[in-house]
């Protein structure tokens, strides 16, 4: 009975004291690996690339003359009565675009840029979503993880004392085999919360753009919690920036509208050439214009347009969500977070009762060893339910950030 009761004593003591890891890691709070996705992540990496194209055709869009100036020329003799001569003409044209399409290219392409940014940001805020997420499962794996070993440590030992109590005669063989199941289901939890804590550890990876080789560790704690304000929270997701790459792509076709409607006017091209004819030397200028008869820019405005209408309506509709997704997710913020206190209030503290008042009574022989398991298991689900609740908290936390902009 002595060796019972000193293995139950280091049971409840174990799962206050935290598992040190076996391997020497690099450590990472939640900052710092948020900071490391905004600058090292591979999908950032690709957003700053389409950005920097964007302003590759915002330069191209920039220059002054679209099209290059031309030259023609022309030499061949001319045979006459008085004289064989040579002649020749040189002619240097720059046509010129009227009707604003160079200012409505420049608009379209710094509109372009725009959405390029705001589209970066947007990819910015759903990749700091997710490794937020893939750090409160880690923690919470690792939780549990601490609540499983120091329970099968615990079972392990009690097991060796009822192995040891058997051979004495002093229990019977189906408390050794309670004691023995026991044991091997903590092992096989130990197991499942490894996996669970690899996959995270493995997702941070991917997100963050690690190696499989280089170390990785987390710390932090889920019962971090902060308050939220709604109404700050509706203020801050204006400036959302998937609704801000919307307001830019409307722009940009807004633009082609503009573009289109400069169609309208003629390209001028102004002229000047030299050439020598009959021997004499003959300097011109000219003007020659196209005739917008046929091509008007109809397609760039029929289709900026109706690309504009539906920019329009899928922005009102958007903003529209966006106010229903924030007040959703503060809904279940508060829910998950209610959830937690109601099991910090009523569950927690009537545990550690339960436990100290079922070993006392294992110890005075009026319960069974089934009984004390079957307390000692539902102490261990209580507290895993408990460290659930609080990664469902966490994440609710973390959507209602991401729903709101706030990640960024």
Known sequence: MREVKTVLLLFFASLSVPIASAQQSAVLTIDQALARAR???????????????????????SVLL????TIETAVGPRFSKNGDTVDYDVTLSQPIELGGRRAARIAGARAGMERE?????????????????????????????????ASSKIAAELFQGMERRYQAG????LDVNLARNSAARTRAEIRSAQAAYASAIGDLRILLGMTHDESLDITGDLRDRRPFDLTGLMAKAGDRPDLLALIAERSEAQA????????????VAPAFSFKRDQGDSVIQGGLSFTLP??????????????????????LDATKRAVSVEIQTAFDVYKLQVAAVEELERDALPSLEENETL?????????????ELLLIRREGFDMRTIYTERLLEAAIAGI???SRAGVLQ
Request: hydrophobic letters at 40%.
């Open 39 to 61: 600058t090292r992540a591979p999908q950032i990496l690709a957003a700053e690339g389409r950005i920097a194209e964007a302003r590759g055709r915002l330069t191209g869009a």
């Open 66 to 69: 679209q099209e290059n100036p």
């Open 170 to 173: 002093d229990v019977p063989i």
């Open 293 to 314: 008869i046929f091509n008007r820019g109809q397609e760039l405005q029929a289709v900026g347009q109706a690309r504009s209408r539906r920019l329009e309506r899928e």
């Open 117 to 149: 940014t705001a589209s970066s940001r947007d990819v910015l805020r759903r990749l700091l979503r997710d490794v937020s997420v893939a750090f409160a499962r880690g923690l919470a794996a690792r939780e549990r993880l601490r609540l499983a070993e």
């Open 399 to 401: 959507e209602l950030e």
């Open 256 to 267: 082609d509208v503009r573009l289109g409607q400069g169609f309208r006017w003629p390209t």
């Open 358 to 370: 079922s070993r006392r009574s294992f110890e005075e022989g009026e319960i069974g060893l089934a």
